[in-house]
């Protein structure tokens, strides 16, 4: 079993940058796909970033060279390094590890002010 524990979010600047981390707590981290999803109240939840076991990114077209997304396999830990964030980049932002099985975190809120 895995439970994925997110932190970070908070208020951020207009332009200003932010990092999500996403606790993996089980074994074998370094099979999983990680990935980002962001959702919006009222919204359907949509693809971030994602980072395959042997570390090719992919990346929306809306965050594509201003969010970095990272993992530390020994650390069991992954990151979403956000910059030059955008009004619209505010949601709640949730980290996924799938190997078979899909696992969600419970999600951090990202919200960008003037």
């Known amino acids: 079993q895995v439970q994925l524990v997110e932190s970070g979010g908070g208020s951020v600047r207009l332009g200003g940058s932010l990092r999500l981390s996403c606790v993996f707590n089980?074994?074998?981290?370094?099979?999983?796909?990680m990935a980002w999803y962001r959702q919006v109240p009222g919204q359907e939840r949509t693809f971030v970033a994602s980072?395959?076991?042997?570390?090719?990114?992919a990346y929306s077209d809306s965050v594509k060279g201003r969010f970095t997304i990272s993992r530390n396999n020994d650390q069991k830990i992954a990151h979403l390094e956000m910059t030059k964030v955008r009004f619209e980049d505010t949601a709640t932002y949730y980290c996924?590890?799938?190997?078979?099985?899909?696992?969600w975190g419970q999600g951090t809120q990202v919200t960008v002010s003037p």
């Open positions: 996924n590890a799938v190997s078979g099985a899909d696992f």
């Open positions: 089980g074994n074998g981290m370094a099979w999983y796909r």
């Open positions: 980072l395959t076991t042997g570390g090719f990114a």
